[in-house]
């Protein structure tokens, strides 16, 4: 066994990869990246031992860090070696600050190797791997989901920050959870973190909530087109809504058209995006399709965030990351300075030299529909429900992924009865959003809330519903989820739902291979959670309110 990593969906044989990640990413980056999360639990024992809350560059620096080791977010070992070596010193400041007394702070880090090469924090990564986190193997898996819960946090909380928002009780609570793995646990200590995860979701969700609709506007319902112009163009992917944003700035004018691919289909959502006539909609379909979409393409791709994958020859010089993206080899646009922007002028230039999009498909897509406008036109749904025209809303969320069992998604939408409604958010949505499933009553039967962290829009809207309805729990409302899954973000929400009170959700297309039995037992008995079976079965249980 050269690593060990069982994070995503997709993990070999739903047990853990151990050569190389099904993902692309090679032993010796995931090795580092649990070094590194090794680092952010030593930060963390030492910010836990000084008044909260402290400096925000610490708690900032954990969510991004945390970002960084997301599936298919950066496979750039120098850049995630660069990040150790900053957490190794923001970790000695913590402990000169701390009033421990046994050296007068003169003890910078029990883990003095800031200055070690990359090969020598390769042998120590060895000894870090999840496998190390309890000899108990269910103690183990609550370890491993309080973590990857801790990474959706980070993920949305790092993109909060980015728009200058921020809650301090998130960072306090990380610092508290990675403090936390580094002991023994009991069972119950275990699970209480977890549960309290979901809690903290729920805050990190609605802050990048706030965040976005402030800088941006509330989501309007749109008719996205999918087709192309003449002009070259950059395709802008990932999440990032700061970097769309500046990048629509920089090309406006320049005769550079830009295109959202895969989970930045939102953006074109958004009432500030639309006033950039060089806006022209989105091309190709989900992350894991992108080797196809890049490579028809033609004109450069602005990765902002997850979901790159090994890239193709055939794009590999046009092709650019930021943020917390990383790949070996592709030119890194550097981080904004304070009061500052991103330079793409680059990436511009590169545009003006590659010929048009190829055209692979044409038409529109609709979506917007987060809490905002979705309330906006509540009478019409609600009306819709008493009338029996409406008989069940299933919530479709999540990410899409290569196994063809996801077809699943696909196959459920068809089969859903016409006087269903699909809520959905994330990349699964691929999986659907451009099928004929026609409206009811103008509503359209595949409502899209917007990126993965915008499934807090879909419980928002549940719980208003339940208001509405004048029901006691939300278990009684005529609304079933059905939920795909592929990496943390996902877990994140997970943790979210089951915070908020939702019960008898499915999940798929497996359940995660960090996951014990035992672990399993504990929410099926406490959450009802299933695993998606037949759909025939699973449509007409969830048409019963199963």
């Known amino acids: 066994m050269s690593m060990f990593c069982y994070q995503c969906q997709e993990t070999a044989r739903n047990q853990g990869c151990l050569v190389k990640g099904v993902c692309g990413k090679d ?10 999360i090794y680092v952010l639990q030593g930060m963390s024992v030492s910010a836990c031992e000084l008044p909260q809350p402290l400096d925000r560059k610490y708690g900032i620096f954990v969510a991004k ?9 950066n496979f750039d070992e120098d850049r995630i070696v660069a990040l150790i070596k900053e957490g190794l010193n923001l970790r000695g400041e913590l402990k000169r600050q701390s009033s421990c007394g046994c050296c007068g702070g003169a003890c910078v880090d029990a883990l003095a190797w800031s200055g070690s090469t990359k090969e020598e924090m390769l042998k120590k990564a060895a000894t870090v791997s999840p496998l190390s986190y309890s000899q108990n193997e269910d103690i183990r898996s609550l370890k491993s989901l309080l973590l990857y819960g801790l990474k959706g946090v980070a993920a949305y ?46 805050k990190a969700m609605a802050l990048l909530d706030g965040a976005n609709t402030s800088a941006y506007g509330n989501p309007e319902i749109t008719k996205v087109n999918i087709g192309v112009r003449k002009n070259p163009g950059i395709l802008i992917s ?19 058209d830009v295109y959202t691919h895969s989970e930045m289909l939102p953006a074109n959502y958004y009432p500030a995006f639309k006033k950039y006539k060089n806006f022209v909609g989105n091309y190709g379909s989900s992350w894991w399709q ?32 930021t943020g917390m993206a990383g790949y070996p080899g592709v030119e ?18 590169l545009a003006k030299t590659c010929p048009p999009p190829q055209e692979i498909e044409t038409g529109e897509i609709v979506g917007g529909f987060a809490h905002h406008q979705v309330m906006q036109v509540a009478d019409k749904v609600v009306t819709a429900v008493k009338a029996g025209k409406i008989k069940r809303f299933v919530v479709m969320a999540g990410c899409d992924g290569r196994h063809t069992s996801r ?29 004929p499933l ?62 908020l009170g939702f019960k008898g959700m499915r999940l798929g297309p497996t359940l995660p291979g960090f996951l014990t039995p035992g672990v399993v037992k504990v929410l099926v008995e406490n959450f009802h959670i299933k695993p998606v079976g037949a759909v025939e079965d699973d449509v007409k249980a969830m048409m019963a309110g199963q």
């Open 332 to 349: 890194h646009v550097a981080d904004r300075l304070p009061n500052g922007k991103k330079d793409f002028s680059k990436i511009i230039a």
């Open 65 to 73: 860090s945390l970002f960084a080791t997301i599936t298919n977010a």
């Open 157 to 202: 909380t790092e993109h909060a920050a980015v728009l200058g928002a921020y809650n301090d009780e998130i960072f306090t609570f990380m610092y508290k959870a990675l403090a936390a793995m580094t002991r023994s646990l009991s069972a119950e200590e275990a699970t209480g973190l977890v549960l309290e995860t979901g809690e903290v979701a729920v």
């Open 407 to 435: 077809n699943y998604f696909t196959d459920v939408a068809k089969a859903l009865p016409k006087d269903t409604i699909i809520l959905t958010a994330g990349c699964a949505k691929y999986r659907y959003n451009k099928l």
């Open 290 to 321: 992108q080797n196809k979409d890049f490579e028809t393409f033609n004109g450069p791709i602005l990765m902002t965030t997850n979901c790159i994958i090994p890239l193709k020859d055939s794009y590999k010089n046009r092709i650019f990351t």
């Open 238 to 256: 990932g999440h990032d809504l700061k970097d769309m944003d500046e990048l629509l700035r920089q090309t406006e004018g320049a005769g550079v």
């Open 27 to 36: 032993e010796r980056a995931s090795n580092l990246m649990d070094l590194l």
């Open 438 to 499: 026609g409206d009811i009553d103008g509503i359209p039967r595949v409502l899209d809330a917007g990126q993965c962290n915008d499934s807090y829009s879909l419980a928002v809207i549940a719980l208003k519903l339940k208001e509405v309805f004048g029901v006691k729990d939300v278990n009684e409302l005529p609304i079933s989820f059905d939920i795909a899954w592929y990496e943390q973000k996902a877990v994140c929400v997970l943790l979210a739902l089951l915070h």
